[in-house]
């Protein structure tokens, strides 16, 4: 989770351009604010809220941020992912823009991830490339990016014969996903439910059975990986996708 400096006031993030949607995202800037956590090779930013797990084993890396409760939205943006850049003139701020994956929570309550501000927790690694060390934190414009991932969409099996959870990771697109639904070769589609972040779940038995995963992202796009589980998986194990968004 992620851990804090210092507390500074500022006014709540507003709108800073009304641009349309590139692949149904909302790709118009906004106001908010960045800070960091972890150290300069990234400690305490490895697990995180949204369910991944060691980042790095994952392919996130460094590149990932937590999210203020406003921008987290009860776990549903994980896996989105943003631009950011330092807001022009403020001390401390450098040019150029980051790209990361929203991964874990900013907790309320802390010095400054309020309920309703607009808040990113980057990795030092990350905040060194937009702003001075010194600064802290800095006020910053952000917006959506289509998320440029390699290879196949990942699904990792965990729980047991009762309770089926699936990890999807490594999605492209816009990243964040908002239904998942399975089907065993001996059953129809079963929708799933969200147990926390982009954990999935069904109680439903689907052990002996081959299962495809029907997965749909925040821009309304659908997609089915047929068998992408084989009648012979096992929890614990993780499943290629094979394609992406």
Not at 145 to 155: D, L, R, S
Request: aromatic share 12%; proline share 4%; with cysteine.
């Amino acid at each position: 989770m992620a851990t804090w400096f210092m507390f500074i006031s500022y006014s709540h993030g507003t709108n800073v351009a009304a641009a349309p949607g590139t692949n149904g995202l909302d790709t118009a800037w906004y106001d908010a604010r960045a800070a960091y956590y972890g150290d300069i090779h990234g400690g305490g930013t490895e697990q995180g809220a949204c369910g991944y797990g060691d980042l790095n084993k994952h392919g996130y890396g460094l590149a990932t941020a937590a999210l203020s409760t406003a921008l987290f939205n009860s776990g549903a943006s994980c896996g989105a992912c943003y631009e950011i850049m330092c807001s022009p003139n403020p001390q401390g701020c450098l040019s150029g823009s980051i790209k990361i994956t929203a991964t874990d929570l900013c907790p309320p309550g802390s010095a400054w991830c309020y309920l309703a501000d607009k808040h990113f927790d980057l990795s030092l690694p990350m905040f060194t490339k937009i702003a001075e060390v010194k600064a802290k934190m800095v006020p910053v414009r952000y917006r959506r990016v289509p998320c440029a991932k390699t290879g196949g969409v990942k699904f990792e099996v965990k729980g047991n014969p009762n309770i089926l959870t699936i990890l999807p990771y490594n999605v492209g697109g816009a990243g964040d996903i908002i239904a998942v639904s399975a089907k065993g070769s001996k059953t129809a589609w079963i929708v799933m439910s969200r147990y926390w972040g982009q954990n999935w779940t069904t109680n439903v038995n689907l052990t002996g059975q081959s299962v495809s995963l029907r997965v749909t992202t925040s821009d309304g796009i659908t997609k089915d990986f047929t068998d992408v589980m084989p009648a012979n998986w096992g929890f614990g194990q993780t499943f290629d996708g094979k394609t992406n968004f």
